[in-house]
């Protein structure tokens, strides 16, 4: 059983930053396939939920095309955490966040709301 707890977010003006952190619970961390998802507003829970930055086991990384360059994911398997930077954030990366872990079984975590706008 792993239980994700995400934190960082916010609101945010266009141009600015974020940091959104994911602290794991459980043994063996560094076992499981991290990732950032994204879910717009407007949109039902559970539904459409968008991926924007993925980090194996092994530190390989993906990202979205429309956060390439601007988000960077990145993990530390001694503190069980996975973090996602988030610079010159746009309006449309508007959306509640979270974070999520998979290998054998998938968890999530409850989301945290991140709003971009002047």
């Known amino acids: 059983q792993v239980r994700l707890l995400e934190s960082g977010g916010g609101l945010v003006q266009p141009g600015g930053s974020l940091r959104l952190s994911c602290v794991g619970s459980?043994?063996?961390?560094?076992?499981?396939?991290m990732a950032w998802f994204r879910q717009a507003p407007g949109q039902a829970p559970g539904k459409e939920r968008e991926?924007?930055?993925?980090?194996?086991?092994?530190?390989?990384?993906e990202y979205a095309d429309s956060v390439l360059g601007r988000f960077t994911i990145s993990r530390d398997n001694a503190k069980n955490t996975v973090a996602l930077q988030m610079n010159n954030l746009k309006p449309e990366d508007t959306g509640v966040y979270y974070c999520?872990?998979?290998?054998?079984?998938?968890?999530w975590g409850q989301g945290t709301q991140v709003t971009v706008s002047s």
């Open positions: 999520n872990a998979i290998k054998y079984r998938e968890y």
């Open positions: 459980g043994n063996a961390f560094n076992i499981y396939n």
């Open positions: 991926l924007v930055a993925r980090i194996t086991s092994d530190g390989s990384t």
